[in-house]
């Protein structure tokens, strides 16, 4: 019993980084029988059919017309109830199930995308988030490829999203698989820009099409001076490598107005619409309550 304690304390002073030092406790098995139960209702979800997308517009700052749209995981099980994205995805990545899960995200994506424009809307860019273990797959692409294909979708609609740390995992091999990816005609955006330590050698290397500034540096906009010089050094970076830019976190008046001064492409975020299922944003696409 006290090696399986010992055990636990150091997955988790794993997980923290290197010399760190964890001591068990109540609380840490607690959190370790919290992992278990949502890492065994994981394994029956998607035959459960519990995965839901939600979808979030993307608005362009010239027409405050929607120009894109992420699509983000949401997960029900009737014994744990609503689960956010950052609690069960990196669970999803330890026990491998996160390439199944993204495929079938990738999948719903594409065909809702396709529905969308037969029902006779306007072309837009569907978003999806990619995981450092997708990333890594040598025949991701040709399993993109297959989605595309199986959905007709256009490649020109699909944006494939990817954070700094996850490209960073194996810089070389990112390289090789965006390059793929980017050989299909599909969008590539660098998410979450600036929480990361991705290298400007790299950055300058990737055949990128996107940059999205991450929300942390626009919440205090316009009141934050040091936001106002970071916000406006990441934009003058993304425009010497010629990259579409997208703010996200987007959530009062004020900041969108900032945003619009800044001749930039793209806004996301609360403001605008919270993550909403497809038949929601179905009646967006329609009638845009911003406008």
């Not at 609380?27 to 994981?42: D, G, H, P």
């Not at 719903?108 to 990619?130: E, T």
Request: hydrophobic share 40%; proline share 3%.
């Amino acid at each position: 019993e006290l090696i399986r304690h010992a055990d636990t304390a150091m997955c988790f002073a794993k997980e923290r980084g290197r010399n760190s030092l964890i001591f068990f406790s109540k609380e840490l098995q607690e959190q370790v029988n919290a992992k278990k139960k949502i890492a065994e209702q994981l394994r029956g979800a998607m035959e459960k059919e519990e995965f839901i997308l939600h979808y979030q517009p993307i608005i362009s700052t010239r027409g405050n017309e929607i120009i894109g749209v992420e699509a983000l995981l949401r997960w029900h099980n009737d014994l744990l109830g609503d689960l956010a994205p950052d609690v069960f995805i990196p669970i999803a990545e330890e026990i491998g199930l996160i390439t199944k899960i993204g495929d079938w995200v990738l999948t719903q994506a594409c065909k809702q995308n396709k529905a969308w424009q037969q029902q006779g809307y306007p072309g837009i860019v569907m978003s999806i988030n990619l995981s450092f273990m997708e990333l890594g797959l040598t025949n991701y692409a040709a399993t993109v490829s297959s989605s595309l294909s199986d959905s007709q979708l256009d490649p020109q609609y699909l944006e494939l999203e990817f954070t700094e740390n996850t490209l960073m995992k194996d810089a070389k091999q990112s390289m090789v698989q965006l390059r793929q990816l980017n050989a299909l005609g599909v969008s590539l955006a660098l998410d979450d820009f600036g929480t990361g330590y991705s290298s400007m050698k790299y950055l300058s290397k990737l055949k990128l099409n996107k940059l999205k500034i991450d929300g942390s540096f626009i919440k205090n906009l316009p009141s934050s001076a040091i936001d106002i010089m970071t916000t406006r050094a990441i934009i003058a970076l993304a425009k010497q490598l010629k990259l579409q830019i997208t703010a996200e976190g987007v959530e009062t008046a004020a900041q969108c107005e900032f945003i619009e001064t800044c001749h930039i492409d793209a806004m996301q975020g609360y403001h605008f619409s919270r993550p909403i299922n497809a038949e929601k944003f179905t009646r967006l696409l329609q009638a845009p309550t911003w406008q």
